[in-house]
């Protein structure tokens, strides 16, 4: 089984396939064609890379054109956000959640805060939420170590509760250093929360996809997609998640092509 057709299985996403073979001249390019996805509103500058691409792993070690991340800042910043007393939520946790994956990825996935698992392991998206990211990110050439996992909040709010401004001024500096250092070509945000923080918006979450974004100071580009968290909840949205994805591989070869 692909990695696509395992990752539309753990959606729930049924795939129907014909019996007969297609002469070549009607071969679907995308397999997943048959599955007839929900086609997403997008914004004039990225309507052009909607169209899903060759799906193709990345490397684990560095990507052509992505600048080698310098370890001993990197440390450094980690050590920073170890300690860090910058607001109340210091005095809950149990340890911060740094990130995890591959500092010179081209892909950062930033989440909303770390949960309760994630607070005692000290690392983002472990539970059930994690491995449908870990699907997510298979399904279209991209497994988790070959990205970088970070969170809007680097340390759980209590009884998992959405993040205060107020936190999430605390944190931003830190996760725009992670991002400085690591320079990914796409950022990809998982949620409302994620999104709306990020793109300093109250705009609905349904209104955030299909569009490229930009953030930060390098305008790096940005796409917003749905929390697996939400996706377990919510089996009706799973199928627009896939549309989300092809987005995603479309816009990266775009960026590398155009690197």
């Not at 054109?65 to 956000?81: C, F, S």
């Not at 070869?253 to 155009?258: F, M, T, V, Y």
Request: glycine share 6%.
């Amino acid at each position: 089984m692909s990695a696509r057709d395992q990752y539309l299985e753990a959606l729930g996403v049924d795939v129907w396939k014909s019996r007969a073979r297609r002469p070549p001249a009607l071969e679907a390019t995308d397999p997943d064609e048959t599955a007839q996805p929900i086609a997403p509103t997008v914004t004039p500058a990225a309507a052009t890379v909607v169209a899903a691409a060759p799906v193709v792993a990345a490397p684990v070690g560095a990507a052509p054109g992505i600048t080698p991340v310098d370890e001993a800042a990197w440390q450094a910043l980690r050590a920073q956000v170890s300690v860090c007393t910058r607001c109340e939520l210091s005095k809950t946790r149990t340890q911060t959640v740094f990130g995890v994956g591959n500092p010179r990825a081209e892909i950062m996935v930033i989440g909303e805060a770390p949960g309760a698992d994630e607070d005692r392991q000290g690392e983002p998206f472990v539970g059930r939420a994690g491995q449908l990211l870990n699907s997510m990110l298979r399904a279209i050439g991209h497994p988790r170590e070959t990205v970088y996992i970070a969170n809007v909040l680097k340390c759980r709010p209590p009884g998992n509760r959405e993040p205060r401004p107020a936190e999430a001024a605390c944190c931003l500096p830190y996760l725009q250093q992670q991002l400085d250092m690591i320079q990914p070509r796409l950022l990809v945000a998982l949620g409302r929360v994620a999104a709306q923080n990020l793109l300093a918006t109250d705009t609905p979450l349904a209104r955030l996809r299909g569009q490229l974004h930009r953030f930060g100071a390098r305008a790096t580009p940005l796409i917003v997609t749905y929390h697996p968290a939400y996706l377990l909840r919510s089996p009706t949205e799973k199928r627009k998640s896939w549309v989300d994805l092809k987005f995603i591989r479309a816009e990266l070869a775009r960026a590398r092509a155009g690197a």
